[in-house]
Nanobody, 129 residues
Framework: QVQLVESGGGSVQAGGSLRLSCAAS????????MGWFRQAPGKPREEVAV????????LYADSVKGRFTISQDTAKKTVYLQMNSLKPEDSAMYYC??????????????????????RGQGTQVTVSS
């Protein structure tokens, strides 16, 4: 059974940092795209970042580029989202996602996040001004 368990959310002031974690289990970690999307009330879902579990290729939304970093510890099957220089508009529920990728495909796109096979329960991030 696939499980994605997020942690690390919380409340911070603008300019602060948080690191989200997503502990994955129940599937072979290789050949997957692991990502994050966020959802704020009244706003459309936004894919934030995605990483390939082999080769570490990453992709970021323009809104977070230069401020957020996605990374992974393959031994722990854990994906991280380091969020720096947080802004109030970053406030949202953040969800971890997983999608399988074909063997030999070395990059991920946001389709893998938007149409993810699995997702976690989410962790809330609140940034105050």
């Amino acid at each position: 059974q696939v499980q994605l368990v997020e942690s690390g959310g919380g409340s911070v002031q603008a300019g602060g940092s948080l690191r989200l974690s997503c502990a994955a289990s129940g599937f072979m970690y290789s050949w997957n795209c692991m990502g994050w999307f966020r959802q704020a009330p009244g706003k459309p879902r936004e894919e934030v970042a995605v990483i390939h579990t082999r080769g570490d290729a990453t992709l970021y939304a323009d809104s977070v580029k230069g401020r957020f970093t996605i990374s992974q510890d393959t031994a722990k099957k854990t994906v991280y989202l380091q969020m720096n220089s947080l802004k109030p508009e970053d406030s949202a529920m953040y969800y971890c996602t997983r999608s399988r990728v074909g063997v030999g495909r070395w990059t991920c796109d946001f389709g893998a996040v938007g149409n993810a096979e699995d997702r976690g329960q989410g962790t809330q991030v609140t940034v105050s001004s």
